[in-house]
């Protein structure tokens, strides 16, 4: 065989073994999101900047239930230097959007970061003070109550629907272009039920605007610790959470994903950081890479029936 051949070879091998073994991260991280609140990339951002010397730079990429940020990840070069900030609506939204991607296939899970859940409220002159009366007050009048979101396919549109799928009542959606918009008219009277995120419904339940009946979450939250779970009052496994994680896109070495994992855990053990995620009504919930992956698949097998029984369009 041609000994410049071989040289050649021997070095292209070398190349390739210190391109390999080269540290990560060598520059910038980006985290694409979509119309989702940036606080979690950017608290947990800074801290880890700090510790690794890289900046994480928040791209904002809003639009179609997070559909388009999450196009330009899947589509993104499987390095570590382009991440997603995943969140329940991107389980929801491919329901009810054309998308070039496949949540389960097309993306490697990193970690799931922190969650919050959903208040399950009523205008205070409905006559329901329980879940129980609630229901029995749907069931006496099909079609007589509402439920707003801020639009279809929003986290509170498909959690309504899974609320009707499991109590068997008949209520009619009234999507919004906004959260905020649906919020005040609930609080109005227009509209006489909602589920509306924790962060947002705490402080007007606590202000008596609105009645909270429920909390959507599997325990009670310290926020509002006298509000008991919808498990509580009889609907059995009924969990839905605002809820926030990273993806890299499919095929990314399983060395950086693990990198990635250990150090989103590393910060969010950190009192300062989960006080601070606290503070804003989000609880830190880490799951690693495979658990994270098994939890996707179980939302979107979920919320893809309440999309079916909610009879909207895909667009």
Not at 133 to 152: Q, T
Not at 185 to 201: K, R
């Amino acid at each position: 065989m041609n000994t410049k051949f071989l040289l050649a070879t021997a070095l292209l091998g070398t190349l390739a073994c210190d391109a390999a073994a080269q540290p990560y991260p060598v520059k910038p991280i980006r985290v694409v999101i979509g119309g989702s609140p940036d606080a979690v990339p950017r608290i947990l951002g800074q801290k880890i900047a700090e510790d690794w010397g890289q900046q994480f730079i928040v791209d904002q990429r809003p639009g179609a239930g997070g559909t388009i940020a999450a196009e330009i990840v899947a589509k993104s070069a499987p390095d570590g230097y382009t991440l997603l900030l995943c969140t329940s609506t991107h389980v929801m939204s491919v329901n009810f959007f054309k998308v070039s991607y496949d949540m389960a296939r097309d993306f490697a899970p990193v970690a799931l970061a922190a969650s919050t859940s959903f208040v399950l409220a009523v205008h205070p002159l409905v006559p329901a003070t329980n879940v129980k009366e609630l229901v029995a007050l749907a069931k006496r009048r099909p079609g007589a109550l509402n439920f707003a979101s801020g639009g279809s396919g929003s986290p509170a549109h498909l959690i309504g629907e899974l609320f009707r799928i499991e109590t068997g009542t008949d209520m009619v959606h009234v999507p919004y272009k906004t959260v905020g918009n649906a919020l005040t008219d609930l609080m109005a009277g227009q509209v006489h039920v909602m589920f509306v995120v924790s962060t947002a419904a705490v402080p007007q339940v606590r202000s008596g605007r609105i009645r909270g009946l429920g909390i959507t979450s599997l325990k009670r939250s310290a926020a509002v610790p006298d509000l008991p779970t919808l498990v509580e009052q009889g609907l059995r496994n009924f969990e839905a959470t605002a809820w926030y994680g990273f993806l890299a896109p499919a095929g990314t070495p399983p060395a950086i994903v693990s990198r990635l994992h250990e150090e989103i855990a590393k910060t969010l053990a950190l009192t300062e950081v989960s006080d601070h995620l606290a503070n804003l009504g989000l609880e830190t919930t880490n799951k690693g890479p495979q658990e994270f992956g098994g939890f996707i698949k179980a939302e979107l097998v979920k919320w893809a029936k309440a999309a079916k029984a909610s009879g909207a369009k895909v667009e």
